[in-house]
């Protein structure tokens, strides 16, 4: 069977268990696994094993391997990469909720910007931070904000949402160090610094469109700050009526957030200016992202624990965020399961064989084979790097009749559009906003998906007009 009937077996399975048979997001995702897994051949399997330059022995043992094996093996690599970032930045959340540590730095922003520009401040603000630490946990870090500010203001949730995933989304797919573009740019050949700064030009373009999205959808629907598994509205409540005497400092509120895009991007550093000895140390150590989560849980633990002399209010807390935490590795984990057994159909080397059936324009060709794998597995990163391998030949100068930048450039707009219940940044965002499965496909996948079609013709404008050969 053709892997792309089967990516769209497992597309009606998903959305159907969610939409018409209202079951739990991880039971749709992993039926559709368990669907697409068991339609998947044998030879399916050995041409994909292949395409991944497996061993002999590696082969044999993984075709033989149950469905159940499969799913459970992507379902556990996924779990590894996000597990401890999910629950540190779970425990984060809360404690700057409950600290009131969200409250004073909203606070803050209203009095130096005012209301009107704050999600511009989000915009700008997930932008910056994504560069060195994952969109993921940036959306993390500011979601706590937006929910303040929210109640602050009384309005504009859906504005505040739409512009962290906005900025946060962008330079996680144009702009190095964050792992996708870094990789683009290496396979290609192109200069770091290159990539950096004509990721940046591109980026702006691109989260300027995602900005004007946002006002318009805020305009059209409003989403309610609904209860989430970590906080009810009127505990959120409770905690915007304290006056800023009982807040903590507006330092110590901003250390969880600061501390670890210093430490992640010190250890980026470090690396990329080969440094030695006890700085390459100890970055490689703090910086690592598992460990700069965690130890600014434990700064933002400490300041609750400063503010909250109840001891077991304060473990109530903790247990909450991480039943919150829980549910989202669970589901982030099960969509990795599912993006897994979905690669596993072949549906790369379909994508490489349609691509030289089918002779277009390369920049075009490139975007539009990274937004088939990225729709159908559901990783940027995947995409990204599934593409490079496709297309990464054509990566010289004197065929393209542009710099191999823009090709980069491309690949990571490419992998921005159609995001959805098999992509892990989803259920991040559905989860945790507390908005519905529907509400986040017209409002995060939406908005990615426009930012991703102005990047393509961005770049195909400043290819023709500055070639950089």
Known sequence: MDPIILIFIGLVVIIGSILILKLHPVLALLFGAIIVGLLTTEDHLLQ??????????EISAFVNQPVGKRIATAFGNTASKIGILIAMAAIIGTCLLRSGAADRIV???????????????????????????????VFYLLLPLAKAMRLRTGKNYLFYLITIVAGAAMAHSLVPPTPGPLFVAAEMGVDIGMMMIAGLVVGIFTIIGGYLYAAWANRKWTIPLRDTSDVSISELEELMD?????????????????????????????????????????????????????LAAIVALGTLAWKE??????KSYIVESLKSGGLIILITSMGGALGGILQQTGIGIRVQELSSDYQIAILPLAFLVTVVIRTAQGSATVAMITSVGILGGLATMGELGFHPVYLALIIGCGSKPFPWMNDSGFWVVCTMSGMTEG?????????????????LFVVMILAKIFPLI
Do not use: C, Y
């Open 242 to 294: 304290k006056e800023d005497r009982h807040l903590p400092s507006l330092w110590l509120s901003l250390t969880p957030i600061l501390l670890p895009v210093i430490l992640i991007s010190g250890n980026t550093i470090t690396r990329a200016i080969q440094a030695e000895g006890l700085w390459q140390s100890s970055f490689s150590f703090i910086g690592d992202p598992n460990i700069a989560l965690t």
């Open 48 to 57: 994909f094993a292949q395409s991944i330059e497996m061993s002999d022995a």
């Open 439 to 455: 509400e986040t496909l017209k409002t995060h996948s939406v908005v990615l998906s426009i930012m991703g079609f102005i990047g």
């Open 107 to 137: 606070r803050a922003a209203l009095r130096l910007l005012g209301e009107k520009r704050a999600p511009a401040a989000f915009l700008s603000s997930g932008f910056t931070l994504a560069i060195p630490v994952f969109s993921d946990t």
């Open 309 to 314: 002399k109840d001891r077991q209010k304060l």
